[in-house]
């Protein structure tokens, strides 16, 4: 019989309409409210978000704050900085370029503030570039040294008979070149289920694998998990594990040669998405020359046993 283990900081209640508790990103799928916010927070946001999301951002700001000094260089007017052209557009463009060569302090010298007003704004703009520059210089820093785990998992787990027992798969890889020193995983199974009151709770069970370490991984790594005596999907038949309301949580660590430490990932597979009676097509071949290929593409291919 399989032995349930404590909460392992999920949360033992539950609900009918409950989603996953870890998004495909491996990220916790918890809705904070009443959160209070701080310059951390953005700090950890801006450090955590795609680099996409991040130059545009960037972008968006730099466009944004010169837009803002330039209306107000336009509105005091343009004739501090240069000759007025007659057109407010065209003026305003020509102001907007002043505020770039300001707070980048480029300063081509074709144009220059004239007055104190115009100093003294010229000024502080000049002082929030070098702040804003200093900021999106320190957040590349973070982007860049902030300890990441390349672990790319499969899209599906995979149940087919293996040996004398049926099986569930799902195998992971390093989505960089580099190789994954001791990796380790632990794989924790939550049950959501009615209890004698009507309402919901879940129920955890620690998975046995058939490796839970390895030494190195080079190519990929396939994590097998036997149900039989002692596992929690005994006195289920194959259908009815797509049924269950369940899902794996699980925690891969190992050692990151390119920041020197250990890194985690966290990751999670829903019951429902089990592909039955399939299995992995290998990744990995040898060229004519001998060298091993590993086909990242293959990672996630299955064909029907």
Not at 234 to 258: H, P
């Amino acid at each position: 019989m399989a032995r349930r283990i404590k909460d392992p900081g999920i949360g033992a209640t539950s609900n009918a309409k409950a989603k996953r508790f870890v998004n495909q990103d491996g990220s916790f799928n918890i809705r904070h409210k009443n959160k209070r916010g701080g310059l951390s927070d953005a700090y950890a946001y801006l450090i955590a978000i795609s680099w996409m999301r991040f130059f545009a951002y960037v972008f968006v700001g730099y466009i944004l704050l010169n837009s803002i000094f330039a209306l107000c260089y336009t509105l005091l007017g343009v004739e501090a900085i240069t000759t007025p052209s007659g057109s407010v557009c065209r003026d305003f463009l020509r102001a907007f370029f002043f505020s770039a060569q300001t707070i980048t302090t480029v300063g081509y010298g074709t144009m220059s503030p004239k007055g104190i007003i115009f100093g003294f704004i010229s000024s502080f703009e000049a002082m929030i570039g070098l702040l804003s520059f200093s900021f999106i210089t320190g957040l590349l820093y973070g982007r860049f040294s902030k300890p990441r785990a390349n672990i790319r998992f499969s899209n599906v787990m995979v149940l087919r008979a293996y040996e004398d027992h049926d099986a569930l798969m799902f195998r992971l890889m390093s989505s960089s070149a580099s190789t994954m020193i001791q990796p380790r995983i632990e794989v924790t199974l939550t049950l959501t289920e009615k209890d004698q009151t009507g309402g919901y709770k879940n129920n955890f069970y620690r998975l046995s694998l058939e490796r839970d370490k390895i030494t190195y991984l080079p190519t990929t790594w396939t994590v097998v998990h036997r149900i039989r005596e002692g596992s929690p999907f005994v006195g289920y038949d194959r259908q009815q594990l797509n049924t269950l309301k369940g899902e794996l949580l699980i925690m891969t660590s190992y050692y990151e040669e390119s920041f020197n430490q250990e890194v985690h990932q966290i990751h999670s597979y829903l019951l429902k998405n089990i592909k039955i009676d399939h299995a992995f097509q290998s990744a990995y071949y040898y060229d004519e020359e001998g060298y091993t290929v590993l086909d990242h593409e293959l990672l996630d291919k299955t064909y029907k046993l």
